[in-house]
């Protein structure tokens, strides 16, 4: 496993986290965090609580005290099957015998005149959590994993221009990253397409690089960045800001990050023959 002096990486993950606390993001504490089923259970819950009253009655009067733990397996076989994944749900949801189907998060509505729609909105949670350990096999922790009412859909490993360039940050990806475990060939839902994160970011002080697929040294990533004067890269930053501030005081900041999974996220779909 690649390794580095994390001094300049934790600052800059610490900046990150504080300043989407300041636009609203929950913390979370990766203890809290499910491994097996990867997810926030505690957010899953809430949100359907919270946005769904009248349903989670029901599962309560027909599960009682299992309620909580056949919603979050439901939850896990819909993420898994070969028609849905994380995409999917928080888009449309997932049915629970005794209750119907249950959304999973709410788009931001076109106006304020449906207060019950503008409610549930308001009431999407945004979480990130730190050095989040993913993994029944090892201790291998992700530097933040960013998370939807409970359901995860972005993972981001950072490295700073102090000690490692973006290029570590993928290699980290492609080596230690793998959606299958080396060692016990289970796989990792977490980083599993479709079923975990939606996307996987590399980030570094200056460039950001994007994957929506995970596949040992085949991982293919893509720039996220906004250009440096028609040249590749970004702008140098203002001070005490970095060339990659956008990312978290834009494309993370609530309406656009709810707005980019809702609405311009696309899952290709492929017809194959199997002779």
Same mark, same amino acid.
């Given at each position: 496993?690649?390794?580095?002096?994390?001094?300049?990486?934790?600052?800059?993950?610490?900046?990150?986290?504080?300043?989407?606390?300041?636009?609203?993001?929950?913390?979370?504490?990766?203890?809290?965090?499910?491994?097996?089923?990867?997810?926030?259970?505690?957010?899953?819950?809430?949100?359907?609580?919270?946005?769904?009253?009248?349903?989670?009655?029901?599962?309560?009067?027909?599960?009682?005290?299992?309620?909580?733990?056949?919603?979050?397996? =439901?939850?896990?076989?819909?993420?898994? &099957?070969? $028609?849905? +994944?994380?995409? *999917?749900? @928080?888009?449309?949801?997932?049915?629970? %015998?005794?209750?119907?189907?249950?959304?999973?998060?709410?788009?931001?509505?076109?106006?304020?005149?449906?207060?019950?729609?503008?409610?549930?909105?308001?009431?999407?949670?945004?979480?990130?959590?730190?050095?989040?350990?993913?993994?029944?096999?090892?201790?291998?922790?992700?530097?933040?994993?960013?998370?939807?009412?409970?359901?995860?859909?972005?993972?981001?490993?950072?490295?700073?221009?102090?000690?490692?360039?973006?290029?570590?940050?993928?290699?980290?990806? =492609?080596?230690?990253?793998?959606?299958? &475990?080396? $060692?016990? +060939?289970?796989? *990792?839902? @977490?980083?599993?397409?479709?079923?975990? %994160?939606?996307?996987?970011?590399?980030?570094?002080?200056?460039?950001?690089?994007?994957?929506?697929?995970?596949?040992?040294?085949?991982?293919?990533?893509?720039?996220?960045?906004?250009?440096?004067?028609?040249?590749?890269?970004?702008?140098?930053?203002?001070?005490?800001?970095?060339?990659?501030?956008?990312?978290?005081?834009?494309?993370?900041?609530?309406?656009?990050?709810?707005?980019?999974?809702?609405?311009?996220?696309?899952?290709?779909?492929?017809?194959?023959?199997?002779?």
């Amino acid at each position: 496993m690649m390794t580095a002096d994390p001094h300049h990486e934790i600052h800059l993950e610490s900046h990150i986290v504080d300043q989407l606390k300041q636009q609203g993001w929950l913390e979370g504490d990766h203890q809290h965090y499910d491994r097996a089923r990867a997810l926030y259970p505690g957010d899953v819950i809430g949100w359907i609580q919270d946005t769904q009253p009248e349903a989670w009655e029901k599962l309560r009067r027909v599960h009682g005290a299992d309620a909580e733990t056949t919603v979050l397996d =439901r939850l896990v076989k819909t993420l898994a &099957s070969r $028609t849905c +994944g994380t995409l *999917e749900v @928080l888009r449309r949801g997932f049915s629970v %015998a005794g209750a119907g189907a249950l959304a999973m998060s709410q788009a931001k509505p076109e106006d304020s005149r449906n207060e019950t729609v503008t409610a549930r909105y308001t009431a999407n949670r945004l979480r990130v959590v730190r050095q989040l350990r993913y993994s029944l096999d090892n201790e291998n922790a992700i530097d933040l994993v960013f998370f939807i009412n409970g359901l995860p859909v972005a993972t981001v490993e950072i490295k700073t221009d102090f000690t490692q360039s973006v290029e570590a940050a993928k290699q980290q990806y =492609r080596v230690d990253r793998k959606p299958k &475990s080396a $060692t016990t +060939g289970r796989m *990792e839902p @977490l980083l599993s397409f479709r079923r975990g %994160a939606v996307v996987h970011f590399a980030l570094s002080d200056s460039e950001i690089y994007m994957a929506t697929k995970l596949a040992g040294e085949s991982t293919f990533f893509l720039p996220f960045n906004r250009g440096n004067d028609g040249a590749a890269g970004n702008p140098l930053a203002p001070e005490g800001e970095y060339p990659v501030s956008y990312f978290w005081n834009w494309i993370l900041q609530k309406d656009n990050w709810l707005r980019i999974f809702h609405r311009f996220v696309l899952l290709e779909r492929k017809e194959v023959e199997d002779a």
